[in-house]
């Protein structure tokens, strides 16, 4: 697959990194280690509900959803909120339900191409909205002019990082009540914005606004891909997204969310959010110092970026394929532009690439080594910047 491709999804060039023996700087999934008192709880837990020692789902539930609010800020109450299996099932279910939404379906771009293409295959007209009209703040008077049935804003966005300003979350649900327009956030990656713990749903139900979001454990706690995607919504769209919810599963495994909700129960400097954290921090600096960037503070009381959205100039397809030659694989950035044609020259996405930085730090630094040395011998083959 070439880089200089954009035929393919991101998914699609995900999908190659996770061979055994390539360094996978594609994926943004967490893949740092846990920590030894992590994996014995993890232990712990898997052997008591092997061993048939009190299995109990519903107490399960009640855990893990206690467990995830500690660090979101939000309450997941059992009847307007959902369990499914990742934040992809989750969204698929959203696609469905605005199906019912009258007007068209406006869209945050750049950002991860999957979300897009899901609303798409449900048969959506989607409207793209430029990142910059509402990340940080949103321009009220430019979504009015869109006549938006939905609004779909991904926050923290992926691929930039942007996060809502303080109090601009407020200022958007506000928005949308005026307006009777629906809202979905996908704040996948909330668990590094200090700035969105808080219970969005709840704010919404209050003044009357159509609200859904959706969490993914996936973005923080590193447990090979068990993961869960938890969908809430207001109380006047629940019934109707939990009729489809049913129609799609039952349930998620109770092995599952009793690992992720031990995971989760520890909200403080120790626990695997708070990990995370540090982890991404601590990849940021040394990725900034090797290549001479700056790309925002890591302060662990502001918003704390889980990947890094670099800039190569038109040399960025030899540099991909100069790393795949040293099996280590980086997301090139076309796709995220889901709104631009495939092919089309003036993408902007075309000179960028995306690499995450939950990664160990070793692993991380063999990749970084990898990118400086692909770097370095397109510039000695004389590559155009």
Known sequence: MKADSST??????????LAADTINLADAHARHALSP?????????????LADVGPDYFEAETWFRQALARHTGQRYPVHSSYLTYSASIALDVIAKYLR???????????????????????????VPVPESRILPSCDTGFLDSLGLGALVVVAPNNPTGAVLAPGQALALVEWAARNRTLLVLDASFRMFDPGLKLDIVELANGIGADVMTVDDTGKTIPLHDTK???????????????????????NVSELNIRMLAALLEDDGQHGEAARARAVAATNQRSLEQRFGLTLDPTDERTFQR??????????????????????????????????????DTGNPGSQWIRVPLLRDEDLFGLGLDALDSAWRSVDALGETV
């Open 228 to 250: 869960v995607g938890v969908l809430t919504a207001t109380r006047t769209l629940a019934p109707d997204l939990g009729s489809i919810c049913t129609d799609v599963l039952l």
């Open 8 to 17: 393919y999804s991101l998914t699609e060039h995900e999908w190659p990194a």
């Open 37 to 49: 008192s992590s994996v014995r709880r993890i232990s712990e837990v898997t052997q008591d509900l």
């Open 100 to 126: 019912t939404v009258h007007g068209p379906i406006g869209m945050i771009t750049p950002t991860f191409d999957s979300v897009p293409a899901l609303f798409a295959r449900s048969g959506l007209q989607m």
């Open 306 to 343: 889980t990947v890094a959205w670099l800039h190569l100039g038109r040399r960025r397809d030899a540099v991909v394929d100069a790393c795949r030659t040293r099996s280590v694989t980086v997301l090139p950035g076309d796709r995220f532009y889901w709104d631009r044609d495939r092919g």
